[in-house]
């Protein structure tokens, strides 16, 4: 079962900032926070992911907090084509990795 | 650099029927995975390979799914005899593991419609 709580949905206007929280709460200490995203009949992508430090990459960045029990994707200036599933997922290196039903985010004109 | 390749895209056959797929990794990549993804859902972890050896196949089904990657480089996924509920997208995907933390490359996956 996947170890991370996603909202299900999620809308954002085109330009502006689109904020994507996750919930880990029983992340354990060598665990990394990845995010990858699906978009329509595709397979999913790579995006970026983190061990305690925030991280930024010219797709977006992820924030995750102190504690590490949750983070938040953001995507600096939303395009049309952002729109996508986006999946946080916890691994101990990427060989392992456990999906949930992700984020539905539609980028609207 | 070419990506994961899959083949075919699109596949649709009777229940009790089997089926095989085809993938392609990104060349050099020693790890490759099958996923299931059934729709409304993330992709679930059918099966990992390391080079040509199998490295987690805990949720293969194994009664009626193999997976083989001969030579380390291509692998196949057959399903056999297959049934309504296997209806899915079967994803591959493949990483480089130099450093743990590589990332899995997807390919574009291929839809299987069971009727």
């Known amino acids: 079962d996947a170890k991370t709580t996603q909202p299900p949905s999620m809308d954002c206007a085109e330009g502006r900032a689109a904020n994507l929280p996750c919930n880990h709460s029983?992340?354990?200490?060598?665990?990394?926070v990845y995010w990858y995203r699906q978009i329509h009949s595709q397979g999913p992508q790579y995006i970026i992911h983190g061990l305690k430090n925030n991280e930024t990459n010219e797709m977006a960045s992820l924030i995750i907090t102190e504690d590490r029990k949750s983070s938040t994707l953001i995507l600096p200036h939303a395009t049309l084509r952002d729109t996508a599933v986006y999946y946080c997922t916890l691994s101990q290196g990427a060989q392992k990795l456990v999906f949930g039903q992700g984020t539905r985010l539609t980028i609207n004109p | 650099e070419a990506g994961v390749a899959q083949s075919p895209r699109y596949k649709i056959i009777e229940k009790r029927q089997s089926v095989a797929f085809w993938c392609n990794p990104i060349s050099g990549h020693a790890t490759l995975y099958w996923y299931q993804q059934i729709l409304g859902q993330g992709p679930k972890l059918l099966i990992q390979?390391?080079?040509?050896?199998?490295?987690?196949d805990s949720q293969l089904p194994k009664d009626r799914f193999s997976a083989e990657r001969l030579k380390g480089v291509d692998s196949t996924l057959k399903i056999q005899p297959a049934k309504l509920e296997d209806s899915a997208v079967y994803l591959c995907?493949?990483?480089?593991?130099?450093?743990?933390?590589?990332?899995?490359?997807f390919g574009p996956g291929t839809r299987l419609t069971v009727l």
């Open positions: 995907a493949s990483s480089n593991q130099l450093v743990p933390t590589d990332t899995q490359y």
């Open positions: 390979f390391q080079n040509n050896g199998v490295v987690d």
């Open positions: 029983t992340i354990s200490g060598n665990e990394y």
